[in-house]
């Protein structure tokens, strides 16, 4: 079986530590990287879109929309996860609209992140 290759985007390290961590702890996962900024995961995404999107919305340089909408024009298969702090509708809305299938806030568990991709995974 392949593996799901999975880009992580979070600015904050704690953050990005648990769900690197999280990743790297199932075996049907590929992480294939893991950055801070909305430039470096553009630069990513244009080498090679992952099969899964893990992005915060709310980047040092920038929104996470942006890379969302990037990322779904280069590979229509893209999943895309939203793992933020920001629970309103316009962040909601806006990100579906960017591309985004699955939306959840960052005080969810690490396991409910590893759950959320498996099912973005089988549809």
């Known amino acids: 079986m392949d593996k799901t ?3 992580i985007v979070e600015d904050e390290p704690e953050f990005l530590r648990v ?3 999280a ?3 199932e075996p049907s ?3 294939v990287g893991a950055v801070g900024t909305l430039g470096a995961a553009l630069a990513l995404a244009e080498k090679a879109v992952p099969d899964v999107l893990v992005v915060d919305l709310g ?3 920038g929104s ?3 890379l969302i909408r990037r990322a779904c024009r280069l590979r229509s298969d893209c999943d895309v996860l939203v793992v933020t702090v920001f629970g309103d509708d316009k962040h909601v809305l806006d990100a579906i609209a960017a591309g985004a299938t699955g939306y959840i806030l960052k005080d969810s568990p690490a ?3 590893v759950r959320c ?3 973005l995974r089988a549809g």
């Open 5 to 7: 290759s999975i880009l």
């Open 19 to 21: 769900y690197c961590d």
């Open 23 to 25: 990743i790297a702890a």
């Open 29 to 31: 996962f590929d992480l």
């Open 59 to 61: 980047l040092p340089d």
């Open 64 to 66: 996470g929309t942006e």
């Open 111 to 113: 396991s409910e992140l």
């Open 117 to 119: 991709i498996r099912e």
